[in-house]
């Protein structure tokens, strides 16, 4: 039995980001996929509160939620590899800050952007932009959040980079854009062709796909 | 000028927090009482993305979101007076999980328990015995979530212990009784009358008045 179990979907913003920690570590771990319309008695068992992927399952214990979890990593593996949190107690709030921006405001603001029809979409389209605008300004000089190397708040900005940009093609916004949030734009640019990055993002292809039968869902059912 | 500085509401949980780990710590600190209704500028200018309470500033760096602030003090002040979160990266994956847990899941479903009419409260009331036999399954055999020692997951869960107690008082609901949760009922009893912490929650009669007017307010609201 690996030491190191990851239970996660492929196209999950809050897995990759855990499998991009433990690579980033060089951490090696057996991954089990999951089926979000069946889950696993694994999961099930390591995950009881929230019955949700990301769970890594270190030496039989079980750590939930993909925030908590990279401060697990970076807490267990501090000398091995990269740091995933900067040293200094302000920094390190800093780091804590921003993920907890986009995991509370940003994400289910842009899905909402995404997702939604006729008002609703026109307001959260809205508040998007006020969101993103605030990032921005944020990474404004600099090549990741956290300054030159990939960090907590890069990880946890993956959806926008990456997830975000397929959903804004499938129902064909166009929020994120370089006039408006020329750094925001700039960063991700940085991030998605950043070598390491590169290989631990989902295949667009397949996410294209995911999110194109999303869409779909959603539409039928707004229509029945 | 004060080295920290604290910008809070007397009568807010999350201000509340940050009081309490600031004295165990035994950190002086100015306090400014903001005005909910008319935000000072120096809430606008240190908080500039929520522009909420709490707030603290440090040596002139401010830093926002309660839990994100206690990690601070306990990273900055970790060797003065008694630690927040506890040492092993193991359990300082569980003194995150719970917190998290609190403010994403309790709190609003307690909120909209207690706030809320017909349908809503009682579909909210079902859901908050969930969430609370979750946390009294958490805390059954100890003193404080983390052992013996009052620490960042009891510090997070004073919502539910005296915010909470209050809410039911006035709306009338009895949703946290000691038949249901009886574990939970005992750490609520250890934490309320836990002489440091019974010195760092606000006047119950003050937060009755408090309660009692803002009820009024949502009921006024909904009969409009």
Redesign the interface.
Known sequence: MAEVKLLGLWGSPFSRRVEMALKLKGIEYEYFEEDKKNKSPLLLKYNP?HKKVPVLV?KG?P???S???L??ID??WGDIGPPILPKT??E??MA??WP??ID?MCIPTLRRASWSEGDEKEKAKNEAATLLK?LDVEVKGKKFFGGETLGLVDIAAGFIACWFGVMEEIVGTQILNKDEFPNLCDWIEVFNNDNFVKQNLPPRDRLVGKYEAHYQAVKQARAA
Chains 1, 2 share one sequence.
């Open positions: 509160v270190h214990k750590i939930a939620e925030l908590v979890i401060e697990y807490d267990t107690p302000y390190r709030a804590r800050f907890k921006f509370e605030i």
